[in-house]
């Protein structure tokens, strides 16, 4: 499985971003997919995750209100709209796919370990 992000950029405090993670080689589909994020010197971190058929999400604390994740089964791709940006937001954001089954609540896939597969990452900078 392939996993390639895109979208990300230099942007101003208040701003908004919108995150692709178009995944191949596999099928999407049979995925939880999740977005985590690596600030400089810091540990990489859970930021949302969804279930496979999309009716479940779940946050972390400190983008809830101002991030939505939602995915595209048919075109094999998961956003991550990001609204209200911080410049505590700046990090390098990656998606990750898991196939695991541990049930269809999103909540149950918050950790690294929970992912098989990686993209790239896409570096989101905001400026103050």
């Known amino acids: 499985v392939q996993l390639v992000e895109s979208g990300g950029g230099l942007v101003q405090a208040g701003d908004s971003l919108r995150l692709s993670c178009a995944a191949s080689g596999g099928t999407f589909s049979s995925y939880t997919m999740g977005w985590f994020r690596q600030a400089a010197g810091k540990e990489r971190e859970f930021v949302t995750t969804?279930?496979?058929?999309?009716?479940?999400?779940y946050y972390a604390d400190f983008v809830k209100g101002r991030f939505t994740i939602s995915r595209d089964n048919a075109k094999n791709t998961v956003y991550l709209q990001m609204n209200s940006l911080k410049p505590e937001d700046t990090a390098v954001y990656y998606c990750a796919a898991s196939t695991p089954w541990k049930g269809g609540s999103a909540y149950y896939y918050r950790a690294l370990g929970d992912y098989d597969y990686w993209g790239q990452g896409t570096q989101v900078t905001v400026s103050s």
């Open positions: 969804i279930s496979r058929s999309a009716s479940s999400t």
